[in-house]
């Protein structure tokens, strides 16, 4: 059978299929083995195609490797062959070339195929609840109208899902963090947006500035309502450039999956809006000799309109790649993100506080908050607010996470010690001294009690510390569930969560933090707070600058300036006495 007239993913299914009945030590290749093949090989199409008919995968998986245990094994089979089954398939996907005016073979003729036979296969996949009527409609819809013309064809199938995120969907669910201010920013976006033409905007701003909060921030809007009437019904997808790229080896793949990408979006009527961060990776992407580059593919869509997008680039790149292409520029209009002033940057980690304190199960201080952002404004001079203060609190958090978690120093060392006096007993064992081994067992025995109070104390410490997280997380949790009831209208379990589950979790957390404050009286053996002195020990360690000295304020600082030039500057008291 000649297989150049299949697409690429469909030879990768044969042949993964004859490798599955080579190590299986079948001698036929079944209809089973193909079927397997086409599930490891090609997770997009299939996938899709089997969830958009609402089969259970995961069952049908494992019915399919029940299937392939019953197939006669033969010791020693080192050479395959097609059974009558898997011919007779291959030859009726061939024959819908003609009823689906394509030119290859993709991947769903070779299911509809194994679905139309009489076997096994057959009947395991209509059991699953999959009809050929159901399964040509669910093509239908892959394809959008689209026609198998080349051996990549598959690559270019629901190409928006494939290679681009849902933002919408993320902030539905509560994966993407609150974005707080940026009001003046966010609004001139939408104002872009809602041009008829050349309405895309590009965040042009320095690394960390936070370009990609401004995108999730008006998905964050629009799934909240809280948007101009217009842009109500807009869903954003954020492109991933890295998968457009990742596995284009022959020449115009590239080119194929990105115009199936506009095709998408074109073809929504203004309904999806494209994030594309790292703008600037996609001009001059897939531009060898002779071919286009993605720019110029984006270009005439870009300026009739049909495609709306938000760009994300830095100065420099902007610079570099948009001023010099003047076509390309004028299609976007720029929009200069800033870089927020400390008490932004403040408000922006308060916002994002519970995030982290509910990933890493530690408490923030406020004073953390507040150290953080000055500390980093004052000795990083490198990065930008606020991405290098919530870098500061989200290393100090994990630091403190890692020691909650380990053994206390003061326990260790009792644990360390008692060791060492056992193997201190038996030495003395051989040596028959009875009062120097009493001694021994009466410090053992001591050492062990204090370490079993210290360890008892430590792991009340630590339970109640984890309580008082869990209750947070799952405060969070009713409160994500909430607002999503609110959204669909469902204002009954609106009222159970806020009025109900949430009150009662804050009351629970309210008596936990109590219990520990009680303890808190006492010598504690745990630390589960970030204060000011962790950021200062994470600036230390990221610049080599004492962290004695980064707290000491400037008044501290003016107070000890004699006593420091004294140590430095001698014999000239009376102009030291004059400076400080």
Do not use: C
């Amino acid at each position: 059978m000649n297989l150049n007239n299949f697409t690429i993913k469909s030879q990768e299914a044969i042949q993964k299929a004859q490798e599955l009945a080579l190590v299986n030590q079948n001698q036929s290749i079944e209809t089973g083995h193909l079927l397997k093949g086409l599930t490891v090989v090609d997770e997009n199409v299939i996938d899709y195609l089997l969830k958009k008919l609402g089969a259970n995968v995961n069952h049908l998986q494992t019915k399919l490797t029940e299937q392939l245990n019953v197939y006669p094994k033969v010791s020693g089979a080192t050479s395959q062959y097609l059974s009558n089954d898997s011919n007779q398939a291959l030859i009726k996907a061939q024959g819908y070339l003609k009823e689906y005016k394509d030119d290859f073979v993709s991947v769903e003729h070779l299911l509809q195929a194994l679905l139309t036979g009489n076997d096994n296969t057959s009947k395991l996949l209509k059991d699953a609840g999959i009809n050929e009527k159901d399964l040509k409609l669910a093509i239908a819809d892959l394809r959008k109208g689209r026609k198998v013309t080349d051996q990549s064809a598959e690559s270019t199938y629901n190409a928006l899902n494939k290679y681009a995120k849902n933002l919408n969907d993320l902030a539905q669910s509560g994966k993407l963090d609150p974005v707080i201010g940026r009001d003046e920013e966010i609004r001139r976006v939408l104002h872009i947006l809602s041009r008829r033409t050349k309405n895309n905007p590009i965040l042009v701003g320095e690394p960390g500035v936070g370009k990609t909060a401004i995108a999730e921030g008006i998905a964050h809007r629009i799934v909240n309502g809280d948007i101009p009437e217009n842009l109500k019904t807009k869903t954003i997808y954020a492109l991933d450039t890295g998968a457009l790229l990742a596995g284009a080896k022959f020449r115009g793949e590239f080119e194929e999956r990105l115009k199936a990408v506009i095709k998408e979006v074109t073809e929504s009527n203004g309904q999806i809006i494209l994030f594309i961060d790292e703008i600037h990776t996609l001009v001059g992407a897939g531009a060898t000799e002779g071919a286009m580059d993605a720019a110029n593919i984006l270009k005439p869509a870009l300026a009739r309109g049909e495609l709306r997008t938000i760009g994300a680039t830095t100065l420099s790149e902007y610079q570099k790649f948009f001023e010099k292409d003047k076509a390309l520029e004028r299609r976007f209009q720029k929009v200069i993100i800033d870089e927020p002033n400390e008490e932004d940057a403040i408000s922006i980690l308060r916002g994002l506080k519970e995030r982290y304190e509910t990933h890493h199960k530690v408490r923030i201080k406020d004073e953390a908050i507040i150290s953080a952002v000055s500390l980093s404004h004052r000795y990083i001079s490198d990065r930008f607010l606020p991405d290098k203060a919530i870098d500061l609190i989200d290393e100090a958090a994990a630091k403190l996470r890692l020691q909650m978690d380990s053994v206390p120093e003061e326990l260790d060392e009792i644990e360390r010690k008692i060791r060492q006096l056992e193997i201190e007993r038996e030495a003395i064992k051989r040596e028959n001294d009875t009062k120097k081994l009493e001694d021994l067992n009466r410090e053992i025995a001591n050492l062990t009690e204090e370490r079993n109070e210290l360890k008892a104390k430590w792991q009340s410490e630590k339970d109640i510390a984890d309580e008082v997280q869990e209750t947070k997380q799952t405060i969070e949790d009713y409160k994500l569930h909430a607002e999503q009831a609110e959204r669909i209208g469902d204002y009954g379990k609106v009222a159970e969560l806020r009025y109900g589950k949430i009150r009662e979790a804050e009351q629970k957390l309210k008596d936990f933090e109590k219990k520990l404050e009680e303890i808190n009286k006492g010598s504690r053996m745990l630390k589960e707070e970030v204060d000011a002195e962790d950021i200062a020990e994470i600036v230390s360690k990221w610049t080599g600058i004492p962290v004695m000295r980064m707290l000491q304020s400037d008044k501290e600082k003016l107070l000890h300036l004699e006593t420091e030039l004294h140590e430095r500057v001698v014999g000239q008291d009376e102009a030291v006495q004059a400076v400080a």
